[in-house]
């Protein structure tokens, strides 16, 4: 039949007008008819079905989550990421669930295709990286990585990844800190990592200038008192540098008077004491709004005098020491956690 019959009999057999015509210049110019309209709207109408669907997943998957039922949110991820495999949150989530179980390959896996769904996601550079750190440190079998480096290409890769999710995250929020935390981590890792090769590298080096100095001594080539001097210096030069990679005392602005642990978040009181604020927190929350030193001094001097008030809202972010901190864990990664 032709295009004009077709749309004769839609128009239940009324002479064309110049609406009709266009209306037939139109499905003539365009081939889709209302058979093929009705087909587009179903497969639309079972997308939105499927991402619906893919949704509720979730929502279900979250609470097994939270209930710490890991293993039934990865099944009912999966079955979102089968409805709708275009939403980088299920691959996040699910990711999170093999990080619950230790399954760190699997959250590389999720967490890079999370990254090619949505190339600014946070969460899912944040979980690379850490999964990345983790598989650092298993045998070379147990990597993803074909490199023969003993983990290094694994450690730099994901400081990478931390650094970039640290660049997307604008926010102050717990994301933000787990991620420094993670970077301080991983750094400590690497300098741990290079501080063994050096210390590997001296010795090697060490042997060889000794069987150096003794092959000259037994051949008369060097008397023994310089003999005994240059094995003594040998001795003092290594020490030396062997004693620059050694670990030493925080200084004590650094470290939190709660826990004597370097600070992450350090906050001032009202009585100019910094703290890190987390700890801080929960002393205020379990023994009321005064200052922790304070508190105690109370004990020993003079009583109530001495105890300082310290409500929550008067807290200020200390970002000198904050500063201070940072340029100390760039210089000195292995102070991280100590």
Known sequence: MSTAGVAGRICGGRELGALEGFWVFSLRKSKRFPRDLKREAELENADTMDAAQALALKERGNLCFKKGMFESAVELYTMAIECDSSCAVYYTNRALCYKKMGKWSLVLDDSKEATQLQKDNVKAYFLMGEALLHLSTVSKCMRSSFRDTDGQYELEEG????????????????????????????????????????????????????????????????????????????????????????????????????????????????????????????????????????????KRTLGAACRKPCPPDALVPNYGIKEAIKWFLGKYPWAYGS
């Open 159 to 298: 400081l990478k990844y931390l650094l970039k999710a640290r660049a997307l995250s604008t926010a102050a929020t717990t994301m933000s800190q787990e991620i420094d935390d993670a970077i301080h981590n991983g750094n400590k890792m690497l300098f741990s990592r290079k501080k063994e090769e050096r210390s590997k590298e001296r010795a090697d080096l060490a042997s060889f200038l000794r069987t150096s100095l003794e092959t000259l001594y037994t051949n008369g080539t060097v008397p023994h008192s310089e003999f005994e001097l240059r094995m003594q210096q040998l001795d003092r030069v290594f020490e030396e540098a062997e004693q620059t990679t050694r670990p030493f005392e925080v200084p004590n602005c650094l470290s939190c008077s709660i826990s004597m642990a370097i600070m992450n978040d350090p906050v001032i009181t009202p009585s100019g004491i910094t703290y890190e604020k987390s700890l801080l927190l929960e002393h205020l929350r379990r023994n009321g709004h005064f200052d922790p030193i304070t508190s105690r001094m109370k």
